[in-house]
């Protein structure tokens, strides 16, 4: 179901921690008058369907919360409810803007009467001293893990896979889970991880159209499979050796942009920081606890441009579209970004040129 979003006070990037798994997510959130949407992002766009939603009515907002040592910028948000919403922003001025906004919209007169949402119960949390890797190791188990074996659906015989309705009497008879509920809920939760995926139309259908509990299946006829990045985790990532002086820059501008990935070609939400004296672009997985740049590089004799917005310009991978430039450096390598909007496109392309 579409959500109504008529009437869009504020909109952009938050870094939200997750209820299940305590890890923290880019997501495109949606300030109304009554609520805040926030949306998934793959490739270069927004979802259709809100991943979740928090209602404004009755809420308590904390700024600053101080409650993270390595997340100074987080907004914490309680609903009436007790359910507690933190918030990550990408500067203090992003921050302070979106407090004083949803800050008015909780206040603003008489909060509109909104029917009470079937959220599902939050109860489950993965225990603190188990980690998904873990639980994918013990999947890999030869003598104890998952059995995989041909399955065949609708004509076509997928060689590895398993049924949702194995994984699940798999996750409750090794422990991970106590009932099927809180099994579909982690299985759920791995694959969101990228650690398993669906295969097949059944499975595929249900992870594209279902919210968290209802993206994967219970059943015996869903297949699933381990995706690639279980094997490519335990290569560990090449060392980003940082110069201290590339660091000391005047900060001119920062924000949440997507970009895509040089290796895999997917676009990732990143916080990018641009320095001037020395003139450096930075950017950082918002996700990481880690405050170390991911990339980087020096901006002098770098170009950059607007790419146009009719259809998916050469070197841009998937069906990502609109508000891209890129910027290449002198060593010709090249950078595609997405900004939000066409303003805010300019406005970077702006800041950058004045560097190069």
């Not at 308590?60 to 990550?88: A, M, S, V």
């Not at 065949?152 to 398993?162: A, I, L, N, R, V």
């Not at 398993?196 to 059943?219: H, I, W, Y």
Request: proline residues 3%; glycine residues 6%; positive net charge.
């Amino acid at each position: 179901m579409m959500e109504e979003v008529n009437g869009v006070l504020r909109e952009g990037f938050l870094v939200k921690k997750g209820h299940v798994v305590h890890n923290w997510k880019a997501r495109w959130f949606v300030l109304l008058q009554d609520k805040l949407l926030y949306y998934k992002v793959v490739g270069g766009k927004k979802e259709a369907s809100p991943k979740g939603r928090i209602l404004l009515d009755g809420c308590t907002l904390t700024c600053p919360c101080l409650e993270y040592e390595n997340r100074p910028l987080i907004i914490k948000l309680k609903t009436k409810t007790n359910t507690e919403y933190f918030l990550d922003s990408c500067s203090r001025e992003d921050r302070d803007a979106w407090a004083l906004d949803i800050t008015g919209a909780i206040h603003a007169g008489n909060p509109v009467q909104v029917q009470q949402l079937h959220l599902m119960n939050n109860s489950f949390k993965l225990p603190s001293n188990i980690s998904l890797n873990h639980i994918v190791d013990k999947m890999h188990d030869s003598s104890n893990g998952i059995k995989l074996a041909p399955n065949t659906e609708q004509g076509s015989t997928y060689k590895e896979s398993f049924t949702g309705s194995v994984l699940v009497d798999w996750l409750i008879s090794s422990h991970f889970a106590a009932s099927r509920l809180e099994a579909l809920t982690l299985a759920s939760v791995l694959m969101e991880e990228n650690f398993l995926k669906p295969v097949g139309a059944r499975s595929t259908e249900a992870m594209r159209n279902g919210d968290l509990v209802e993206q994967f299946l219970d059943d015996s006829t869903a297949l699933y499979t381990f995706a690639e990045t279980y094997k490519k985790k335990v290569t560990s990532k090449e060392e980003v050796h940082l110069n201290i002086v590339e660091l000391s820059g005047t900060i001119v501008k920062q924000g949440f942009l997507i970009k895509q990935g040089h290796k895999i070609k997917n676009w990732k939400v990143r916080r990018f920081v641009l320095r001037a004296d020395p003139a450096f672009l930075h950017y950082y997985d918002p996700t990481k606890e880690d405050n170390r740049p991911v990339g980087g590089f020096c901006l002098r004799g770098c170009l950059v441009s607007a790419l146009e917005d009719n259809g998916v310009p050469a070197g841009v991978k998937g069906n990502v579209q609109g508000n891209l430039f890129k910027i290449i450096t002198k060593d010709d390598i090249h950078y595609y970004i997405q900004a939000s909007s066409k303003a805010e496109r300019a406005r970077w392309i702006e800041s950058i040129k004045q560097l190069t």
